[in-house]
């Protein structure tokens, strides 16, 4: 049978039928879940808008802007834009019903780390101000709860001391947690990594030529100056951030490419370091250069694309159930952060066939251009000989690869998938990518 939600059955009242408390909580637990469900599977889930941190220079204050969220479970966080300059004196208590897993141990009930409720200034009762030193110690995380507080109703006077029942409040607590704290519940998510970071790619610039204005006296300065640059290191820092966006966007792109294309790179391309370089590489280590200024380029393109185009069909409850990660209380970047929650769309709103195949086709791209660059080989010495000095327009500046002249040094026809036709995909869709330059 195929599993089905958790509250699945509902009761079905007839005439004169004798009401229970557990027929009413059935039929108002059947509602609020389809609610919920409806909310996840059909809208998404994460963090809308707003709720970023914005903390004082000195650390006093720390402003959570007004936002929209969803947890995993559905549940709707809308708060205001709220100013908080005070935490609590003493840990936050989570030990209260309905326990959440991530914070506290059911079997045992017991809390598992500690958290501490941000306060206003209004609030001064148990408190201490916000500051710094506290903020950087162990680099607080800055979240939402979502507090599920029972409370037995009673109401007793001279005549009556009958049970009312149970009420329970939501309350949207803002909690302060430490990193290694927030990366160990993290960690006990089945699959934290999709609502954190899955498409969360690092931002990585290509570092300017000789920027601290040596003397470049003779072509042997000019080519140490570009050498500086494309070392060891800094060849196994792009392979890297090439190799995860392939990890992290693997369930895209596994059909096309099932195994990293970019895994050699370190080695194709040691020459430039060990040695082994020959005069006619050596002489175009300008190009080598602008190369993997291109492939940065390329990748900044996929990086700001991936970062929007997450959708998930069925997503999981589990994942953050009753809380969301707003970021770090200190050093807050909203684009770069590792702890925020990130909105994990429904597929009927984020049009994911065609954000996936824009994702592919610049991926796409980034393997044929190392695929197709005419000096990669070691002992390539093709640009020893004459070229007729040519001159095409192009960008020179922050518009996307996308938008700039082929350069001269790819293979731009050649192949199956010719460099060309992926180059700029509206030029492609509209059959006009003949009139790149």
Known sequence: MIPSAENSDYPKFVADQVLTSDNLNDLFGYLDEQERMTRTNLV??????????????????????????????GYLVAVPDITYTKRTSNVFDAVKCAYYDRFVDISSKTQRFDLWELKQDAEAEGTTGLTSTFLNDGKKIVLIFVELLEENN???????????????????????????????????????????????????????????STLLLDSEDVFEAYQKILTPAFIGSVKSVLSNAYTKLNSLLADDFPTDPFSTINSQFAFLNNGTISPGQAI???????????????????????????????????????????????????????????????????????????????????????DNFLLKAAGNDT??????????????????????????????????????LSWNRKRTETNTATHIL
């Open 44 to 73: 998404g889930m994460g963090i809308v808008c707003g709720l970023k941190v914005i903390t004082a220079a000195d650390g006093s204050s720390i402003k959570i802007t007004k936002g929209v969220g969803v947890t995993s479970s």
């Open 154 to 212: 009673k109401n007793c006077d001279p005549d009556s001391c009958d049970d009312k029942g149970t009420k329970v409040t939501v309350n949207f607590r803002p909690l302060l947690v430490s990193k290694a704290n927030a990366d160990a519940f993290l960690s006990n998510s089945s699959n934290n990594t999709v609502t954190n970071n899955a498409v969360l790619l690092t931002e990585t610039k290509m570092p300017r030529y000789d920027v601290a």
């Open 284 to 370: 175009n280590l300008q190009y080598y250069y602008d190369f993997f200024a291109d492939l940065l380029l390329g990748y900044d393109e996929l990086r700001k694309k991936a970062f929007d185009v997450l959708c998930e069909c069925l997503p999981d409850e589990s994942l953050f159930p009753r809380h969301l990660l707003l970021g770090e209380a200190i050093g807050f970047d909203e684009m770069n952060s590792l702890y925020r929650t990130r909105f994990i769309s429904s597929p009927v709103l984020c049009c994911c066939a065609d954000d996936a195949n824009a994702v592919k086709s610049l991926f796409r791209r980034l393997v044929l251009m190392m």
């Open 383 to 420: 640009f020893n000989q004459k070229l007729s000095i040519k001159i095409t327009p192009s960008f020179l500046g922050k518009e996307a690869l996308s938008e700039k002249a082929i350069p001269f040094y790819y293979n731009v026809n050649t192949g199956v998938e010719p460099l060309y």
